[in-house]
Nanobody, 124 residues
């Protein structure tokens, strides 16, 4: 499984960005997809996840109500729509994938595959 993340960039506070994660996998709908982020000097933290079968979603408290995770199974792609961005959202964002699902989806150790990361900078 290979994951290719894209869509990062620099945006002003209050702005929006949409990240994409293209997956090279045969049965994409069977994979859970997630987004994590890592700011300089900090540990990688969970952002959002979406289940493969029913597209059930989970968010961290830090982004709930501002970010939306989605997936297009026909395109083997997951998305992270980020609205009302704040300076504290500045980080490298990584997409992740795993077969099936884990109740501990918020732990990066539960994810099997990782993309290369895309930098999001929120600054005026």
């Amino acid at each position: 499984v290979q994951l290719q993340a894209s869509g990062g960039g620099q945006v002003q506070p209050g702005g929006s960005l949409r990240l994409s994660c293209a997956a090279s996998v045969g049965t994409f709908r069977q994979y859970g997809m997630g987004w994590f982020r890592q700011a300089p000097g900090k540990e990688r933290e969970f952002v959002a996840a979406i289940r493969g079968g029913d597209s059930n979603v989970r968010y961290s408290d830090a982004v709930k109500g501002r970010f939306t995770i989605s997936r297009d199974n026909a395109k083997n792609t997951a998305y992270l729509q980020m609205n009302n961005l704040r300076p504290e959202d500045t980080a490298v964002y990584y997409c992740s994938a795993r077969g099936g699902w884990s109740v501990q989806y918020y732990r990066h150790s539960e994810w099997h595959y990782w993309g290369q990361g895309t930098l999001v900078t929120v600054s005026s």
